[in-house]
Nanobody, 126 residues
């Protein structure tokens, strides 16, 4: 069964850091683009970052560029999102998503993705 499972969320103070993980079950990640999205209460789902199948191409939303880092380990069937210099406005449920692809591409639009995890809560508060 094709499944993505996020972990690593939690409560952190402003300026703190978290590392989110996305584990793939039932398939290998090698041929899948990975995206990270977030949704805050009362807001739409926002594309945060994405990474191509090989990891050679990454992209970030302007709001997180320079603070967040996306990575992947295809051998371990894992993807990661490192969150640094966190701000209260980063508070949201964070989701990873996957779609089959080839070539050096990735997408920050949620409609591009076929498979989604259940999300992990990140709360930034003092």
């Amino acid at each position: 069964q094709f499944q993505l499972v996020e972990s690593g969320g939690g409560l952190v103070q402003p300026g703190g850091s978290l590392r989110l993980s996305c584990a793939a079950f039932g398939f290998t990640l090698d041929n899948y683009v990975i995206g990270w999205f977030r949704q805050a209460p009362g807001k739409g789902r926002e594309g945060v970052s994405c990474i191509s199948t090989s990891g050679g191409l990454t992209n970030y939303a302007d709001s997180v560029r320079g603070r967040f880092t996306i990575s992947r380990d295809n051998g371990k069937k894992m993807a990661y999102l490192e969150l640094n210099s966190l701000k209260p406005e980063d508070t949201a449920v964070y989701y990873c998503a996957a779609r089959g692809s080839s070539g050096s591409v990735c997408y920050l639009e949620s409609y591009e993705y076929d498979y989604w995890g259940q999300g992990t809560q990140v709360t930034v508060s003092s």
